[in-house]
T-cell receptor, first 113, second 113 residues
Framework: EPEVTQTPSHQVTQMGQEVILRCVPI?????FYWYRQILGQKVEFLVS????????KSEIFDDQFSVERPDGSNFTLKIRSTKLEDSAMYFC???????????FGQGTRLTVV | RKEVEQDPGPFNVPEGATVAFNCTYS??????FFWYRQDCRKEPKLLMS???SGNEDGRFTAQLNRASQYISLLIRDSKLSDSATYLC??????????????FGKGTKLSVKP
């Protein structure tokens, strides 16, 4: 069964450092998303991406965040200068056209120290 | 006002019990509705979509009341393996975009032997 894969599974970084979280969406999917979940809190929408550009972004997705699809398979989330409050689980998801089900990757646990 | 609100839980029930979860949503533009299941420190996984006519999948029954902006999930004959957090999710489409998923905080279910 096709799946969304994310790397790394766990990333520890020092405050102020840049991190790049990587995702490989399901190959024939066209819509891509990043969500985050702070421990004990709800899953929050960050950004959606379609046709090589951002479709929508939340208030959380400020100038410190960026997304990119550098090639035909990877979808990345970059945080330029991490803060302690960026510590969370980051989930990538993808949806196919005409399909309502979003498939989630297993997530990257980001710990900022 | 929170976009998606759920019973806070936790629900602690014995095996074989019937348990019901409720959810309300505030955005009347919500177009699709889902129940996701999330195990501890794992990604959300689709349990079932929710339709206005109501739908059933084995022991699970979901109902949607658009007029009241209310969604429910009923689990019959609960199993130990049903222990998880159940997330009420709505999809809101803005303009011509695919839209994004808005999550409730989730209701934790613990099924005891």
């Amino acid at each position: 069964e096709p799946e969304v894969t994310q790397t790394p599974s766990h990333q520890v970084t020092q405050m102020g450092q840049e991190v790049i979280l990587r995702c490989v969406p399901i190959s024939n999917h066209l819509y891509f998303y990043w969500y985050r979940q702070i421990l004990g809190q709800k899953v929050e929408f960050l950004v959606s991406f379609y046709n090589n550009e951002i479709s929508e972004k939340s208030e959380i997705f400020d100038d410190q965040f960026s997304v990119e699809r550098p090639d035909g398979s990877n979808f990345t989330l970059k945080i330029r200068s991490t803060k302690l409050e960026d510590s969370a689980m980051y989930f990538c998801a993808s949806i196919n056209t005409g399909n309502t089900e979003a498939f989630f990757g297993q997530g990257t646990r980001l710990t900022v120290v | 006002r929170k976009e998606v609100e759920q019973d806070p839980g936790p629900f602690n029930v014995p095996e074989g019990a019937t348990v019901a979860f409720n959810c309300t949503y505030s955005n009347s533009a919500s177009q699709s509705f889902f129940w996701y299941r999330q195990d501890c420190r794992k990604e959300p996984k689709l349990l079932m979509s929710v339709y206005s006519s109501g739908n059933e999948d084995g022991r699970f029954t979901a109902q949607l009341n658009r007029a009241s902006q209310y969604i429910s999930l009923l689990i019959r004959d609960s199993k130990l393996s049903d222990s998880a957090t159940y997330l009420c999710v709505v999809k809101v489409n803005y303009g011509g975009s695919q839209g994004n998923l808005i999550f409730g905080k989730g209701t934790k279910l613990s099924v005891k032997p």
